[in-house]
T-cell receptor, first 110, second 113 residues
Framework: SQQGEEDPQALSIQEGENATMNCSYK?????LQWYRQNSGRGLVHLIL?????REKHSGRLRVTLDTSKKSSSLLITASRAADTASYFC??????????FGPGTRLSVLP | DTEVTQTPKHLVMGMTNKKSLKCEQH?????MYWYKQKAKKPPELMFV???????INESVPSRFSPECPNSSLLNLHLHALQPEDSALYLC????????????FGSGTQLSVL
């Protein structure tokens, strides 16, 4: 199995600011996904970036992938209180199930 | 329909009870998963069903018994649980490949007394 490690483990920002969280992994991947989890709820898929892509956008989300450094970053622009959640990265490789890392707990303060 | 439905949302059970958690999806997905999540921890994979066959059992105690009656349904039968089994149990599905997008249900919050 392939596990990602998110950094930082906790992040507090003011509403309107940008939030950046990072993910590192150890072996080669086919894709990398980011998920969000609101407290006590299921995970929600945010975005998938393939190993041959370097950057991807979805609304206020921007994901980058650097396969040479085995790292990815998730940028949330103009954050809102509703973005308060835990964020998990999931490095994907054919034939292997995801192992979720500790996640980044984001708090967006009004 | 892009939902994974889990029932019940909350469950309280004694250590001698037998109960079942249910999960349903109608997206035609052929892989279904059970995860266990303790508070402030990441989800941990328990079981994977691929094409209705159990393909992964992550060394889960036998007091947890999964069942996949058909391609849309996934059950988790619980018997003689311990208080440390109290957690959020999440079901997920994906189209087929193990590294594809996962669709999660809202979970069952289980308390074992």
């Amino acid at each position: 199995s392939q596990q990602g490690e998110e950094d930082p483990q906790a992040l507090s920002i003011q509403e309107g600011e940008n939030a950046t969280m990072n993910c590192s992994y150890k072996t080669s991947i086919n894709n990398l996904q980011w998920y969000r989890q609101n407290s006590g709820r299921g995970l929600v898929h945010l975005i998938l970036i393939r190993s041959n892509e370097r950057e991807k956008h979805s609304g206020r989300l921007r994901v980058t992938l650097d396969t040479s450094k085995k790292s990815s970053s998730l940028l949330i622009t103009a954050s809102r209180a509703a973005d308060t959640a835990s964020y998990f990265c999931a490095p994907g490789r054919y034939g292997q199930n995801f192992v979720f890392g500790p996640g980044t707990r984001l708090s967006v303060l009004p | 329909d892009t939902e994974v439905t889990q029932t019940p949302k909350h469950l309280v059970m004694g250590m001698t009870n037998k109960k079942s958690l249910k999960c349903e999806q109608h997206m035609g997905h052929r892989a279904m998963y059970w995860y266990k999540q303790k508070a402030k921890k990441p989800p941990e994979l328990m079981f994977v069903y691929s094409y209705e066959k159990l393909s992964i059992n992550e060394s889960v105690p036998s007091r947890f018994s999964p069942e996949c009656p058909n391609s849309s349904l996934l059950n988790l039968h619980l018997h003689a649980l311990q208080p440390e089994d109290s957690a959020l149990y999440l079901c997920a599905s994906s189209q087929g490949q193990t590294n594809e997008k996962l669709f999660f249900g809202s979970g069952t919050q289980l308390s074992v007394l």
